[in-house]
Nanobody, 119 residues
Framework: QVLLVESGGGLVQPGGSLRLSCEAS????????TGWYRQAPGGQRESVAA???????NYATSDKGGITISRDGATDTVYMQMNSLKPEDTAVYYC?????????????WGQGTQVTVSS
């Protein structure tokens, strides 16, 4: 069983920054991609950013929205730096790891970390 443990959430003022961490229980290079999703109250879970095994990064918005995803293979940790946070960024942020085949994809999720942007 793959475990993903998130950390780094919290309360931040508008315009502030947070760095989320996701530590995997196995090598992140076992995954086709690792990424971050978020779910706001009453909303659907949506993709924020992802990084593939080969190091290609993908973001939900073309201008990245002040977000940078990165990884550390030595510690099997994926990070997401979030700058210029807005109240609408308030959500539970989930780490996701994906592997398997297109016919039988496998997804693993972390428990989520709360991010609240408020003055």
């Amino acid at each position: 069983q793959v475990l993903l443990v998130e950390s780094g959430g919290g309360l931040v003022q508008p315009g502030g920054s947070l760095r989320l961490s996701c530590e995997a229980s196995i090598s992140i290079f076992n995954f086709d991609a690792t990424g971050w999703y978020r779910q706001a109250p009453g909303g659907q879970r949506e993709s924020v950013a992802a990084i593939t095994k080969g190091g290609i990064t993908n973001y939900a918005t073309s201008d990245k929205g002040g977000i940078t995803i990165s990884r550390d293979g030595a510690t099997d940790t994926v990070y997401m730096q979030m700058n210029s946070l807005k109240p609408e960024d308030t959500a539970v942020y989930y780490c996701n790891a994906r592997w398997g085949t297109s016919a039988a994809p496998i997804n693993s999720w972390g428990q989520g970390t709360q991010v609240t942007v408020s003055s």
